[in-house]
């Protein structure tokens, strides 16, 4: 080389428990003695701190320009990868791992030499450079005092209590007396009859295995072979509590040939697996008590446990299993019921196989106590022993370190004056893959066969939401955000989980043929658009058979499309949001079960509002946005009809608010209620059109709010038809008040101020006017609570300019737009709510409530607003679209934060997982409202944290709640 030799140790930021290092303070000074320049970037979270690496005679900086090498144990984020350097870390990419192929890329374009400690093996291929042993030692500790936890709940209080996580203990010492003081424990005290003997089966008989096997026989213990294992548990062989028994499962243990009169051979297993079935589930998972997976698996392999034959044993009640420690985090992997890692923060969850359902502490405080398998898939284990780990794992790749950083990356991959060892594990050199990992490129054309892309379209909050529980696959799934504004777009990609591997693209789907280029290629498009750009995405999807997944409804025209859909042979799933959405899952889950029982729906009632938490809803009016303000005028004077005791109810949107209701739900929260557009349809969409003589479906929000809508809709802020000369752009600008003045006056032109009045008072004598008429009227407090709104929104500000958009309603929509945002710290609220009114056949009566309270999290960042763009539940009723204002949107900031943006986002990328998975396989035009759909959304839905609370009364509600008009 023609530099002084240089290596550099990189700063890990994979997450805050990660604080490991390849190589320890010892390692470096005998780097350091042999001429090699180590730069160390400065960590608080390492193991051994800056000063240590600095005694050893390493240089503390945070510029790793100067190195040749750059070493760490994580990957390195793509933005820090320096062209031309040679690194050493576990790059994950040997399998074509499809979340670091984009890396991969990156080092192959900027002539980066990859070294990977996976690769790292002698002549046999024995791996040399590995954590496996902590990842064993750390696991087994973990299961243990998971085990201690698990069986508390279960009603046992047991010595695996009295241990602790391993990152409890400050080295891997202490860890392992704490062990040995709860085996002696055990020895004395014993454990439970009912649940002895306690069987543990090791998967492997590798590292990993071997570091667990350590901690196990620190215990005291008996190992067993498979069938010794089956005897004991069988009561063949007399089972001491006093021991635990362990047992070592190997392939042979596992598998057996498809021809009976084969035996097991291992060269023919791992060269030709699809010569064996797993027989692991029906001969051995039966009898253990605790399954501790150490196993390396690839998908050519058989599964131990499928998803199914999980299933099924747990249905027949033929398991004793407790709970599995799946060192090897392999994800629906070997076990196939294994759906998602876990991490040191959150290390276990109980998977319940008859449901598919997942229980964790951050959804369901009773989590431990639920039916299922207890689950611990953390997957960084070893860095629970971090010092230890770092040592060990220094000791071994110090021995290749001074060749590697004084080899020179300029000769041919032949030629590499590197230990044979390395060579072997070089992946790229020169820009290309080196010739032992060219099949890399081969996994990955096959791979992209079996991709499933997904459009999204539209960079609404939701599309967040969404896009982060599409990518929580990225085996096999690519996501397209589309949208009109790229940086719009890739404002929202900023916010989303930073491992998505997420495109961005611009499109405007007013043009079909960028429309028709923009879905080649992908499987299903998620439709989170304003509706009116619904029909020409519906027939893209028809020409270019693509699936549609959306929120909004499904209109006369979308129900239309179904047989065009079914000859194209793919799903158009509609009304997957929030409402309509949950609310159609939750109201066809429980009325399906009453009839299901005989039981017939007499009264239906649905309520449903998104609005400010309690704690936050103390601007004087009780609301806050969490969609556009165009979309909330929309919804709030569309017409409405619904039935009461078998008749039909019509009410015009100019008249709506009189028709408002206190709503009781929680005594301690002051609710009101209006209809909600045509809930008629609901009765045979349900149905329960021949049984039910109410069916009501109404808006929740905090009383006084409709009040206040009232007054605005009735003095004209509410205008969107009329154009305003002294609102159009040019102008000369005016404020608030002076505008308000000119609505509430028409004939008053700027020389004509009449200043002995105030625009308060105007406004109070145009309310007052109407007091006591008919079926509408303010009284003195209505009054009140309307000038003290309009007084915190400026409208009463002289110095607060109008914006010049047109029209009032848009120009009223920009100042909502800046008014009634939620700030930084703040959170929303989605509360719905179903009443059934149910009789029995033996005429008795129920009342039946189902009650979902969602919280949206504290805003990080404050809501970019745009009045007209991203409205989230309910189509725009005007006749033009409507056109995008300026300054910001609302899909970018902290809009994602909110619970209205989670709760529409969530239930569509869920739909758009069964309809990609084939769980739902209906073709056509569909709605969430049959079992084959509302099923597995909304165990989904559980399984995130999004469930009902449901409640019976024995005493009647007999219908709704008299819905009167509003009167004084």
């Known amino acids: 080389m023609s530099s002084s030799p240089c290596l550099g140790i990189r700063r890990e930021n994979k997450n805050r428990w990660e604080r490991r290092a390849p190589l320890a303070p010892s390692h470096v000074a005998q780097l350091v003695s042999k001429g090699i320049k180590v730069i160390v970037q400065p960590s608080t979270l390492r193991t051994y701190p800056d000063k240590a690496y600095q005694d050893a005679g390493a240089t503390i900086d945070e510029d790793l320009g100067p190195a040749n090498t750059i070493i760490g144990v994580k990957e390195v984020p793509i933005p820090l990868l320096n062209p031309g ?182 060269q023919e297993y791992y060269s030709s697996p699809e010569r064996y079935r797993s027989t692991f589930c029906e001969r051995l998972a039966p009898y253990i008590s605790v399954i501790i997976n150490c196993m390396y698996w690839e998908t050519r392999f058989p599964r131990l446990i499928t998803i199914q034959q999980m299933a099924d044993l747990d249905e027949r009640g033929a398991h004793r299993l407790l709970g599995v420690a799946d060192i090897s985090a392999d994800i629906q992997g070997s076990l196939e019921f294994l759906m998602k890692a876990t991490s040191i923060d959150q290390p276990l969850f109980v998977y319940d196989p008859r449901t598919s359902d997942i229980y964790e502490s951050t959804t369901d405080k009773d989590y431990m106590y639920r039916h299922g398998i207890m689950f611990l898939a953390v997957d960084n284990l070893p860095t629970e022993f971090p010092r230890e780990a770092t040592q060990w794992f220094g000791d071994h790749l110090l021995p290749f370190m001074e060749q590697i950083v004084k080899s020179d990356p300029a000769l041919p991959y032949a030629s590499m004056d590197l230990p044979p060892e390395i060579v072997r594990s070089v992946i790229t050199a020169h820009g290309t893959l080196t010739p032992p990992f060219e099949y890399i490129a081969k996994l990955r054309e096959a791979y992209e066969r079996t991709i499933q892309r997904i459009l999204v379209l539209g960079a609404a909050p939701s599309a967040a939401a969404a896009i982060n529980q599409l990518s929580r696959n990225p085996r096999n799934r690519r996501l397209t955000l589309a949208d009109d504004d790229i940086e719009r777009a890739q404002r929202l990609a900023d916010r989303v989980d930073p491992t998505t591997i997420l495109e961005t693209v611009q499109l405007d789907v007013t043009d079909a043929a960028a429309l028709d280029a923009a879905m080649a290629g992908h499987t299903l498009v998620v439709f989170l658009l304003p509706s009116h750009h619904l029909g020409q995405v519906e027939q893209a999807c028809l020409r270019n058979k693509v699936h549609l997944v959306t929120q909004s409804y499904a209109g006369s025209s979308g129900l239309e499309l179904s047989q065009a859909a079914v000859d194209a042979g793919v799903t158009f799933l509609y009304e997957v949001g929030l409402d309509p959405g949950i609310d159609h899952l939750e109201a066809m889950s429980v009325i399906g079960e009453i009839h299901r029982k005989g039981g017939k729906i007499r009264s239906l009632v649905s309520w449903c509002g998104g609005i400010p938490s309690p704690e936050n809803s103390d601007n004087g009016i009780g609301y806050k946005l969490s969609w556009a303000p165009s979309e909330m005028f929309a919804s709030s004077v569309a017409d409405a009809q619904y039935k009461q005791d078998g008749k039909v109810v019509s009410v015009s949107g100019t008249s709506i608010f009189n028709h408002r209701q206190e709503v009781t739900i929680f005594p301690a929260l002051q609710l009101a209620g209006v209809p909600n557009r045509d809930s008629l349809p609901y009765a045979k969409l349900y149905g329960i059109e021949d049984t039910a003589h109410t069916i009501f479906r109404g808006s929740l929000r905090y009383k006084g709010w409709f009040q206040i809508m009232q007054a605005i809709v009735e003095i004209g802020l509410g205008e969107h038809h009329e154009v305003v000369p002294f609102l159009q752009p040019g102008a000369p600008r005016i404020s608030w008040d002076e505008a308000l003045r000119r609505l509430l006056i028409p004939s008053l032109n700027s020389n004509d101020s009449k200043d002995e009045i105030s625009t308060a008072e105007l406004l109070t004598n145009r309310l007052a006017t109407v007091r006591g008429h008919p079926n509408k009227g303010y009284d003195h407090r209505d009054i009140q609570l309307i000038i003290e709104s309009f007084h915190r929104l400026g409208l009463f500000d002289k110095t607060e300019r109008v914006a010049q958009k047109g029209t009032f309603m848009d120009a009223f929509c920009e100042l909502l737009s800046r008014k009634l945002i939620y700030s930084v710290g703040e959170r929303d609220m989605i509360l719905m709510h179903h009443i059934f009114d149910v009789e029995w056949p033996t005429g008795e009566m129920e009342m039946h409530t189902s009650t979902l309270i969602a919280y949206g999290d504290p805003l990080r960042e404050h809501i970019v607003q745009n009045t007209e763009r991203d409205g989230l539940l309910s189509p725009l009723p005007f006749s033009a679209p409507r056109t995008p204002t300026v300054p910001g949107e609302w899909a970018a900031g902290g809009g994602i934060d909110l619970a209205m943006s989670k709760l529409c986002g969530l239930p569509i990328a869920i739909a758009a997982e069964c309809v990609l998975s084939g769980v739902i396989n209906q073709r056509g035009v569909q709605r969430p409202t049959i079992p084959a759909i509302v099923k597995p959304l909304l165990k989904a839905l559980n399984n995130e944290g999004i469930k009902f609370t449901r409640k019976t009364f024995k005493s009647p509600r007999l219908g709704l709640p008299m819905v009167e008009v509003y009167k004084k």
């Not at 984009?102 to 002698?122: P, V």
């Not at 020895?187 to 998967?203: C, D, N, R, Y």
């Not at 492997?204 to 089956?230: C, D, K, N, T, Y």
């Open 85 to 266: 350097k040679t690194y050493i870390f576990f790059s994950h990419t040997i399998k074509a791992q499809p979340y670091n192929m984009s890396m991969l890329d990156e080092i192959l374009k900027n002539n980066i030499r990859l070294i990977d400690y996976e690769r790292i093996t002698d002549s046999s291929g024995r791996r040399l450079v590995r954590f496996g042993r902590f990842a064993g030692y750390a696991g087994m500790i973990d299961m243990l005092h998971a085990l201690g936890d698990r069986l508390l709940a279960k009603g046992f209080s047991t010595p695996f209590l009295h241990l602790g996580y391993s990152y409890c203990y400050s080295c891997l010492d202490n860890a392992k007396d704490a062990v040995k003081r709860m085996g002696e424990e055990i020895a004395q005290v014993g454990l439970p009859k009912s649940i002895s003997p306690m069987t543990f089966a090791f998967t492997s008989e590798g590292a990993v295995a071997q570091g667990a096997l350590e901690i196990f026989q620190l215990l005291p213990h008996r190992m067993v072979s498979p069938s010794e294992m089956v005897d004991l548990v069988q009561g063949k062989v007399r089972a001491d509590p006093y021991l635990l028994y362990g047992c070592v499962v190997t392939a042979k243990d596992m598998v057996t040939h498809t021809d009976p009169s084969k035996p097991f051979d291992k």
